[in-house]
């Protein structure tokens, strides 16, 4: 094979090996993209559950009336007392 031919064998392979890295991160933006898409529906589902689960806190507290505070209380007490002990 003649010089000429080498030099344009490479020249060639460059801009091959060019477009194949362009598509490499075409292809990697878009699963980036996808995976922050998917993040973003995830973060608001996980917003979601935390407020139905503050909400159905209020509704039991609603429902169980003034003892439920002093449930609460003992609760919280509870779990002080625990991290008090094992700290």
Known sequence: MSPDKNTRRSLLS?????LNAARRITDTRAQIERLAQQ???LSRQLDQL???KHTLQNKNINDAGPMAVWDILAGDLEKLVEKLTHD
């Open 14 to 18: 460059v801009p091959r090996s060019l």
């Open 39 to 41: 993040h973003d529906h």
């Open 50 to 52: 935390k407020e139905d």
